[in-house]
């Protein structure tokens, strides 16, 4: 059974919720030193949903890279009506996604694994990745990012939609396609 990542993602980037109002008050103020300090407390979270969502370690440093500039350009507008780990995974999922779209050779370094399983320089790319996540990357681009958002982000299938630019029955078919394919490589991997 999956955690409810977007609650765990929330309550281990807000232990030290005093540290964290203090270092986003002055980051709003333009104080680098505490944005630094924000970075430390973020960075390992937001890298690992950018990785989950790309299933490429260059792309997700570039992705995880980029939320943290955009974080630093729209830290003014965080209003605290929500929690700011909340706040900041909306951020980091919107501009993975929008970091794929802007990779042109994007379609050209993703090979779709339905058929011909995963090359080695896949395998290369993911060390490190266990169980669950190993099987991710090999799922195609569009089932991934829904398989992602949905069941381990907890997103639904409406979000998707509007952020993947898709129908609602276009995101619930492929996480159904995910699902099947999920659970095929994995009966084949313990056989």
């Known amino acids: 059974m999956l955690i409810d990542a977007k609650q765990r993602f929330a309550n281990d980037l807000h232990d030290s919720s005093d540290d964290e109002e203090r270092l ?61 780990s909340t706040w900041l995974h909306s951020v980091t999922a919107n501009v993975a996604i929008s970091y794929m779209r802007k990779q042109t050779s994007w379609l050209q370094k993703v090979v779709s694994f339905e058929t011909d399983g995963m090359p080695e320089q896949a395998v290369e790319q993911c060390h490190g990745i266990e169980g669950l996540d190993k099987l991710i990357v090999r799922l195609p681009e569009r089932a991934r990012l829904v398989f992602v958002l949905h069941a381990v982000e907890g997103y639904r299938h409406e979000e998707i939609a509007s952020m993947l630019n898709m129908a609602v029955g276009s995101s619930k078919s492929q996480y159904h396609r995910a699902r099947q394919l999920l659970q095929e490589w994995y009966q084949n991997e313990q056989q």
């Open 24 to 84: 986003i008050m002055q980051t709003q103020q333009g104080c680098q030193t505490a944005f630094a300090g924000l970075y430390q407390l973020h960075v390992n979270k937001v890298y690992g949903l950018c990785l989950r969502l790309t299933a490429n370690e260059a792309f997700a440093q570039e992705a995880a890279q980029e939320v943290f500039v955009q974080l630093w350009q729209k830290i003014s507008s965080f209003d605290g009506k929500a929690k700011f």
